[in-house]
């Protein structure tokens, strides 16, 4: 083979990759449909709202400060708007080793609580500024989570002779509708994938827990389906608190 049918060859193949590559270059405002998933954390103003007053007139120590969580689901875009189809993780910082003790000092239990909510949600997505790689939006978004509550107790002998019978492990459930706003910016990580960090606020409070089975519980015994109390008043899980985020997007 000459030099001239080498060197027309060796054009012909760098002519096809630079085509080759062209038609994979991305543009986020063509690519219009995506699987995601995020991972998210925050502060959490839960505290010991989950196991305070279970028994009355014991003083708790221990509280969960972090909120954790994550989604995944299925995006539609557009140049002016997204729309997100997904499931939402909600999970404050499992509280160990809390301990309850009453006026005179005594120790009366240790105890571990956890918390887990599972939302379903539409999240809208105003984009502001972009180019062909890159965008930052507004997001607003409403779900409706499920919240389970497990709260585990190791009694100690004073404890036992003060609350005898009472439940090892008493789990309890709520649902509240909730609400998000962000702001948040998506880059190009690969020629079919990109990165979304953003920054927002959620607002979820349940205002009431109904046991899942007949319990005994420090204050007496109860039936599943009923309230669980706060001392006078209903229990109430605040999740409602700041986030940062990070997610992925796989356009199709």
């Known amino acids: ?37 995020i991972l998210s954390g925050g502060s959490s103003v839960l505290g010991t709202n989950a196991y305070a007053n279970e028994a009355t007139g014991t ?39 809390f301990s309850g003790s009453n006026t005179g000092g005594t120790q009366m239990f240790t105890g571990n609580s956890e918390v887990l909510g599972f939302a379903p949600r539409i999240t809208l997505e105003v984009n502001l500024h972009g180019d062909q790689v890159s965008r930052s939006f507004i997001a607003v978004g409403i779900g409706y989570a499920d919240v389970k509550l497990q709260n585990s107790y190791t009694m100690t002998a004073a404890g036992d002779a003060a609350y005898p019978g009472v439940a090892t492990t008493i789990e309890s459930k709520g649902a509240a509708t909730e609400l998000m706003a962000g702001l948040g910016y998506e880059g ?65």
């Open 188 to 252: 190009v990580l690969s020629d079919s994938t990109t990165y979304v960090f953003q920054f927002g606020y959620r607002q979820l409070r349940i205002d009431q827990l109904k046991y899942s089975k007949d319990y005994t519980t420090f204050n007496g015994p109860v039936s599943a389906g009923g309230t669980v109390m706060n001392g006078a008043s209903n229990r109430e899980l605040n999740l409602s608190g700041g986030f940062l985020s990070l997610g992925f997007r796989f356009y199709l």
């Open 1 to 37: 083979m000459n030099r001239s049918v080498k060197s027309a060859v060796l054009f012909s193949i760098v002519t096809l990759m630079a085509a080759s590559a062209e038609a994979r270059v991305f543009d986020i405002n063509r690519d219009s449909m995506a699987p995601y998933f």
């Open 59 to 97: 003083t708790v120590s221990g509280e969960s400060i972090l909120t954790y969580g994550g989604e995944f689901g299925f995006l539609l875009s557009r140049p002016l708007v997204n729309l997100a189809f997904g499931i939402g993780i909600i999970k404050p910082a499992l509280v160990e080793g």
